[in-house]
C-alpha cells in the first residue's frame, strides 16, 4: 500500500493532515513529530511521499530533506513541504529540490489534491523507469 509519512510537531496539525489524507485517498499514513526520528522511520520502510514541516526538534525539515536529497536510497521521494515558514521551505527547490510548499494555515482540501497529483506523478515516473 502507498505509504505517506509525515513529519509535523504540531500534534493537532498532524491529526489533521494524517486523517484528512487517509480519508480521502487509499493511502496509509505515519506521522512523526520528532526530525531526528525521520531517517528511522525512513531505513524501516519507503514511503511514497513525505509531508513535511521546516520547524521540528531534532532534525529541521531542511535537514531532512537534504538527507533524502543527497542519499541515494532515498533520492526520488517526493517532498511536500507544509510549513508557516514556506520562504525557508522555497530554499529547498533547485533541480533536485522539494517539489511542492504548501504555507500554513492551509486549506485541507488543496493539500489533499496536492497530495493525490504528487503520488500519480511519482507513480507515473516509477512507470517510465
Given at each position: 500500500?502507498?505509504?505517506?509519512?509525515i513529519a509535523?510537531?504540531?500534534?493537532?496539525?498532524a491529526r489533521l493532515v494524517r486523517e484528512?489524507?487517509?480519508?480521502?485517498?487509499d493511502v496509509e499514513t505515519d506521522?512523526?513529530?520528532?526530525g531526528a526520528l525521520v531517517p528511522d522511520a525512513l531505513?524501516?520502510?519507503?514511503?511514497d511521499l513525505i509531508v513535511l514541516d521546516?520547524?521540528?526538534?531534532?532534525?529541521?525539515?531542511?535537514?531532512i530533506f537534504?538527507?533524502?536529497?543527497?542519499d541515494p536510497q532515498w533520492q526520488g521521494i517526493p517532498v511536500l513541504f507544509l510549513t508557516a515558514m514556506p520562504e525557508k521551505a522555497a530554499t529547498a527547490f533547485g533541480p533536485t529540490g522539494a517539489h511542492r510548499v504548501m504555507a500554513k494555515p492551509f486549506d485541507l482540501d488543496?493539500?489533499?489534491?496536492?497530495?493525490?497529483?504528487?503520488l500519480a506523478l511519482s507513480r507515473r515516473a516509477k512507470a517510465a523507469a
Open positions: 500500500m502507498t505509504l505517506v509519512l509535523e510537531d504540531d500534534p493537532d496539525v484528512g489524507i487517509a480519508d480521502q485517498l506521522a512523526i513529530m520528532n531505513a524501516a520502510r519507503r514511503p521546516v520547524a521540528l526538534p531534532g532534525l529541521s525539515g531542511l535537514d537534504d538527507l533524502v536529497r543527497n488543496v493539500l489533499v489534491a496536492s497530495v493525490r497529483e504528487m
